[in-house]
């Protein structure tokens, strides 16, 4: 028997609110030098993000592709939205681990230069993750 995964898909906006917001928690803490408040969102928000892609996986392992159907002005911006977001959804796992990987080591001058495009790439992806669901799902 398969799961009921008709839910999934509010599951994963929510996912990627918190992300959004966990990511932007931990920029405001990096900002005040609060070094154990900004690693606890990061690793919160990294963990959400993994928690995300692996409903969203099994979601559209289940159900395939879901059809924008609206018509007009709303589809080419639909489209542009989720072209970029996946776009952008691709580069940022690399982005992310390396980030991780280089905090992990100490090695927190090449952390810094790689986070300043990691974290507006990634609160982009978990931003628009959002406007996907909603633009999909609820209009």
Request: glycine content about 4%.
């Amino acid at each position: 028997m398969w799961p009921d995964v008709t839910s999934l898909p509010g599951v994963n906006a929510s996912l990627n609110l918190t992300s959004a917001v966990l990511l932007s928690l931990g920029f405001f803490f990096i900002r005040r030098k609060n070094i154990p408040a900004h690693l606890a969102c990061m690793v919160a928000a990294l963990t959400v993000s993994v928690l995300f892609l692996t409903s969203y996986l099994v979601y559209h392992y289940h159900v395939g592709s879901v059809q924008f159907t609206r018509q007009g002005w709303v589809r080419p911006v639909y489209f542009a939205v989720l072209l970029t977001h996946t776009t952008f959804a691709v580069a940022v796992v690399p982005l992310a681990l390396r980030t991780l990987y280089l905090a992990s080591k100490g090695r927190f001058d090449r952390h810094v230069r790689i986070a300043r495009w990691t974290f507006p790439i990634w609160l982009y992806v978990s931003i628009t993750g959002v406007v996907v669901y909603l633009m999909l799902y609820q209009m």
